[in-house]
């Protein structure tokens, strides 16, 4: 079974570019997550979707970045401007649905480096 | 606000031994805690889950304890091997599964 795919996996660029990560998660998987990894931290919530709804944005910071799962399978995350500070690693995990208990599979990540 | 607190130094020990691991929780009593791995340059990969109701659960040379007298939760590996090398996070269950991640420990198995 195919895990979850991410792309692309490095990403360089200049500060005020726009940058786009790709996700898509295991399939039949019905929640997917947006994390942000930065170095010697662990893994922070940016967004949830069930199916097509994004149902937890509260941490996404809304002037620069968005994201969207249309058809309610892959996804994507925009961050139009970069600043320096998004450096970091974005991460997408999917499960099986959002109930309780719930393990959350992850992809291998997208090391966004912002000059 | 609501934090998982994991030592951040890291942790080393001889090929063998048994590691333990911490795990802090403060301002919040999450109903679950999950256990996951991270090798560099990859994604976490879940290991275990413990309930808020149950004390112990163990998978294969893996053990982990939940105390909510204490707040606290250890992660055990008996018969350490070199490949146990990796960062192991703490993850703790609140809302509508909801994860808040510690920042992990780094554990360093010597042969």
């Known amino acids: 079974e195919a895990g979850v795919v991410q792309s692309p996996r490095y990403k360089i660029i200049e500060k005020k570019q726009p940058v786009a990560f790709w996700c898509n998660p295991i399939?039949?998987?019905?929640?997917l997550y947006w994390y942000l990894q930065n170095l010697g931290q662990g893994p922070e919530l940016l967004i949830r979707?069930?199916?097509?709804?994004?149902?937890?944005d509260s941490q996404l910071p809304k002037d620069r970045f968005s994201a969207e799962r249309l058809k309610g399978v892959d996804s994507t995350l925009k961050i139009q401007p970069a600043e320096l500070g998004d450096s970091a690693v974005y991460l997408c995990?999917?499960?099986?649905?959002?109930?309780?208990?719930?393990?959350?599979?992850f992809g291998p990540g997208t090391r966004l480096t912002v000059l | 606000s609501q934090k998982i607190e994991q030592n951040s130094e890291a942790l080393n020990i001889q090929e063998g031994k048994t590691a333990t691991l911490t795990c802090n929780y403060t301002n919040y009593s999450p109903a679950y805690l999950q256990w996951y791995r991270q090798d560099p340059g990859r994604g976490p990969v879940f290991l275990l889950l413990i309930r808020e109701n149950e004390k112990e659960k163990r998978k294969e040379r893996l053990k982990v304890t939940f105390d909510t007298t204490l707040k606290q939760s250890l992660f055990h590996i008996t018969a350490s091997q070199p490949a146990d090398s990796a960062t192991y996070l703490c993850?703790?269950?609140?809302?509508?599964?909801?994860?808040?991640f510690g920042a992990g420990t780094r554990l360093a198995v010597h042969p």
């Open positions: 399939s039949g998987h019905n929640t």
């Open positions: 993850a703790g269950g609140g809302g509508y599964n909801k994860l808040i």
């Open positions: 995990a999917s499960s099986l649905v959002a109930g309780r208990y719930n393990e959350q599979f």
């Open positions: 979707y069930e199916n097509e709804e994004a149902v937890d």
